[in-house]
């Protein structure tokens, strides 16, 4: 059977006297991380979705490696709150290393002609993007960083449609294929990723089909100031 030892209460104060300075010097070996915003840009638009991306460049002095607990965010458009969030990453900033972290947030198109009706007709609406991104030290706990970045966001607005010509290029008793030109007028500032739709064919007030439209211009990279 062991033997049980009873530390009394002069030895214990000699016992944590002696631990709180080598907690102390543990903490002191550690220097803190730094951040600054590398650039945003739009990494995706529809007519429904702007998705911008905010890159952080996290840079870590130390000896040991830090990961990625957590991050949150706040946004506003045209001075006003507009949304916030939580998110989180499974990167993890190596040792004596620099890393990006990227922070994605998808702003609803719909939401802003809602709540923000005077952006109605507006091409571009500045923004502000604020928040954290919280790192863990192992056994020191978490460290979280602040960071900030202003810029300006487009707004996409529904294109126009136009005619431009009907063409019968096969027909039969049971059956017509038909050639239809559409015109599209893009009132936005930028190009639209994707575009389409469903037309409904109508002769003499009845429907008589449907056709399939589909545009995809380009894919392009968008920076925002």
Known sequence: MGRQV???PMKRLLVIALLVPGCAELKDLVLKPTLHVEGAHVAGLTLDEVNLLVDLGIDNPNSF????AGIDFALSLD???FLDGKTTSAI?????SKSTVPVAVGVPVPKIFKTLV???DANEAPYKIEGGITLNAKALGDVRLPFSHEGKLPIPHLPKLSIGGLHVEKLSLRSAQIKLSLGVTNPNVFPLSKLGGTLKLSLNGTQVGDVE????PRPGHLPVD
Not at 92 to 96: H, V
Request: glycine letters at 10%.
């Open 6 to 8: 009873t530390i009394r």
């Open 65 to 68: 490696g830090l990961s990625v």
């Open 79 to 81: 001075g006003r709150p």
């Open 92 to 96: 993890r900033i190596a040792a004596a």
């Open 118 to 120: 005077h952006l109605a």
């Open 213 to 216: 439209a589909s545009l995809r």
